[in-house]
């Protein structure tokens, strides 16, 4: 590969690791292309996964800001750049690499904090971003009933209170 093609390349690379909201690398090493073209398939929209050169996407990781890549920058590597939902993508390569023993989750980077490959399982284990707004709401839609049922309450009580006293005059009447 000629010098500007290289440039051209370490270029691109960069753009694409400041662009993503995380990085997961992977060892791909055994899969066949059909069985990269599903990974890519599973991983839909929310993230990019390319085969990469070692020594281009370390010189692109540390132009991008990341310097702490270089331990999994070894042996085929292939990244996923993350531009969804980085619990998505975790979740994709986790069940992918489950089925396909020969994908091996190597560790990445989120938001600038270096991930082991335990991490990325870890971070496939959270709920989905929806669920947990979804649960969150719940529990405010819950709050929000109590507290009127607390403001309801000695309105309820007084009215209760002023039935009996009447119910009790009607009786010695």
């Known amino acids: 590969m000629a010098r500007p093609d290289k440039a051209a390349a370490v270029a691109e690379l960069t753009e694409q690791f400041r ?7 992977t060892e791909y090493r055994g899969l066949s292309v059909a ?3 599903q990974l890519r398939r599973s991983l839909g ?8 050169k070692n020594t281009l996407a370390s010189i692109a990781a540390k132009e991008a ?14 990244i996923a ?23 091996v989750i190597k ?13 990325i399982n870890t ?3 959270l709920e989905s971003r929806d669920v947990l707004l979804s649960k969150a709401a719940g529990a405010f839609k819950a709050a929000l009933f109590q507290a009127a049922y607390v403001f309801n309450a000695p309105a309820t009580e007084a009215a209760r209170t002023i039935e009996a006293l009447r ?3 009607a009786a010695a009447a």
């Open 19 to 25: 662009a993503a909201s995380a990085v997961m690398l």
């Open 35 to 37: 069985q990269l073209q």
């Open 45 to 52: 929209g929310n993230a990019n996964y390319a085969v990469v």
């Open 65 to 78: 800001g990341i310097d702490n890549l270089d331990d999994e920058l070894a042996g085929p590597t292939a």
């Open 81 to 103: 750049f993350v531009s969804g939902e980085p619990v998505d993508v975790a979740k994709s390569l986790r069940d992918f690499a489950k089925a396909n023993t020969q994908l």
């Open 107 to 119: 560790g990445g980077v989120l938001e600038g904090n270096k991930l082991s490959a335990r991490d």
């Open 123 to 125: 971070l496939a284990e």
């Open 167 to 169: 119910e009790k005059q």
